[in-house]
């Protein structure tokens, strides 16, 4: 019988089939809502703990922390627990309160600061110390790796090879270096297509770092293409993905599913898959969903 950890990974992945605006392209969605902590973040959380208890980076007994704008967090917290681990996660205050409370339902301790960069500031802090390992998701390279193992793999398979175009919003980077490492490892005229707020945009899971804080694991050469997404369009698309589609996703798959719809519109042919990255009850309490 499977337990939780067993059934991350192998998410669906689901065909785009009314907002397609193009016959001869295929947009498929990688639906990683499905995963039991709800988001894409799940791969990267448990591999990031299972790899340091391997080397014995962390023991029994260690406590975690993390900064996070969300979902890492709250997958963070599901698997924490089922280690044994203690963890505090740093978060923006001005985060969904379905997020703190979920996270807190795990166990985890929850700090609210103003911004991601004073929570990243304030977790490297703590963690100067002996009592805190920072798992540090900006830099660590067992983020991306779950990508390669599983992610990337998947979509390979379901595909059946053909996918042609990537889509993925940039948010700690992880998702799309390890699909990145991995498809061009396949074929590498697959093209990898990253997702960035427009200046001025607030688009929760897509980040337009400022330069200090560009997470160490990215490198601009492994993505062929960056495409900027509004607010608006990031929330316009998620609503539709919903009322059109029946995927319940939130602001950064819209952004990701209106990077892809561009996108199809451009070629003449190709299998484009973009990672529709959580479920839309994280946002509930948000403007996302409101008329």
């Not at 947009?27 to 990031?48: C, F, Q, T, W």
């Not at 540090?136 to 996918?163: C, S």
């Not at 990672?275 to 009850?281: F, L, N, P």
């Amino acid at each position: 019988m499977a337990g939780i950890i067993d059934i991350i990974g192998n998410t669906p992945l689901v065909e785009i089939k009314k907002l397609n605006p193009n016959p001869n392209v295929k947009i498929y969605a990688k639906l990683e809502g499905n995963n039991p902590g709800g988001s894409v973040k799940d791969r990267a959380a448990l591999n990031m703990i299972s790899s340091a208890l391997e080397r014995g980076d962390i023991k029994p007994g260690t406590k975690l922390i993390e900064a996070t704008s969300g979902n890492t967090g709250i997958a963070l917290a599901m698997i924490a627990r089922l280690f044994d681990l203690e963890i505090e996660l740093v978060m923006p205050s001005n985060s969904t309160r379905e997020r703190t409370l979920t996270m807190e339902a795990f166990g985890a301790k929850v700090t609210l600061l103003e911004g991601i960069e004073q929570c990243r500031d304030y977790a490297e802090e703590k963690s100067a110390s002996d009592e805190y390992f920072l798992l540090n998701q900006f830099a660590n390279p067992d983020n991306y790796m779950a990508h390669i193992k599983g992610t990337g793999p998947e979509i390979w398979r379901d595909t059946e090879g053909k996918i042609t175009h990537f889509v993925s919003a940039m948010g700690t980077t992880g998702t799309i270096m390890g699909c990145s490492r991995y498809f061009k490892d396949k074929n590498k005229e697959i093209q990898i297509v990253g997702c960035q707020p427009t200046e001025g945009s607030s688009i929760p899971g897509i980040r337009r770092w400022p330069e200090a804080y560009l997470p160490k694991i990215f490198d601009a050469t492994r993505v062929d293409r960056v495409m900027d997404i509004s607010q608006e369009d990031a929330t316009e698309m998620a609503r539709k993905l919903a009322k059109v589609e029946g995927i319940f996703a939130g602001m950064s798959s819209g952004g990701a599913m209106s990077a892809a719809v561009k996108l199809a519109g451009e070629l003449k042919e190709g299998v484009i898959v973009f990672i529709c990255c959580d479920r839309g009850d994280r946002y509930l309490s948000s403007e996302l969903f409101g008329l």
